[in-house]
């Protein structure tokens, strides 16, 4: 069964600074891979996916992310925080499901990342 | 194109009363989900519609049905609520083709006193 580590529930840091939230996942078959955002009272957005086109991969607001295969990451970095990247960050994991045939998104426990002016 | 809509926005609810959570999307989209969302949780799925007519069970249905009612719709009903379904509510949709990306509506805030 997948799953899907994000590494601090809470990340500060300051307006201009490099951001870097982690994630790691399992997955039994190469994986597509998301990087969702949601603001506060809000639905989730999706920022990014990996499909295995380019292990690069860049999203919306400047973010951007690296699948690593043989760390098992895809870590989500942008290199000048802003205010208004302030909000919750969810990576997951979409492989066949385990409740069915489909597939299906796994979700890690998600980071609230704070920009400090 | 509104997207993925879901109705109510809040409620609170009684131990035991009943609510039906609606969602509603205009992609054409196959597939529909239904997540509830917790504080350091993430996000947990309820039940998912892999395509118009059929339906099945994720990581936390117990307490919840669903009814796929046509290929727009896919509602979520609290039989008899418990105040561990406190939650917020996510309705979400994809093609269901391989990259599997969700589009999200709004969340439904339900608290269960």
């Known amino acids: 069964a997948q799953s899907v580590t994000q590494l601090g529930s809470h990340v500060s840091v300051s307006e201009g600074a490099l951001v870097l939230l982690r994630c790691n996942y399992s997955s039994s078959v190469p994986p597509y891979l998301f990087w969702y955002v949601q603001y506060p009272n809000q639905g989730l957005q999706l920022l990014l996916k990996y499909t295995s086109a380019a292990t690069l991969v860049k999203g919306i607001n400047g973010f951007e992310a690296e699948f690593k295969k043989s760390e098992t990451s895809f870590h989500l970095t942008k290199p000048s925080a802003h205010m208004s990247d302030a909000a919750e960050y969810f990576c997951a994991v979409s492989d066949l499901s385990v409740y069915g045939s489909a597939r299906q998104l796994t979700f890690g426990s998600g980071t609230q990342l704070t920009v400090l002016p | 194109n509104a997207g993925v809509t879901q109705t109510p926005k809040f409620q609170v609810l009684k131990t035991g009363q009943s609510m039906t959570l609606q969602c509603a999307q205009d992609?054409?989209?196959?597939?529909m989900y239904w997540y509830r969302q917790d504080p350091g949780m993430g996000l947990r799925l309820i039940y998912y519609s892999a395509s118009e007519g059929t339906t099945d069970k994720g990581e936390v249905p117990n307490g919840y049905n669903v009814s796929r009612l046509n290929k727009r719709e896919f509602s979520l009903r609290l039989e008899s609520a418990a105040p561990s379904q406190t939650s917020v509510y996510f309705c979400?949709?994809?093609?269901?083709?391989?990259?599997?990306?969700?589009?999200f509506g709004p969340g439904t805030r339900l608290t269960v006193l």
């Open positions: 979400a949709s994809s093609d269901g083709r391989q990259y599997n990306e969700q589009f």
């Open positions: 992609m054409n989209h196959n597939s």
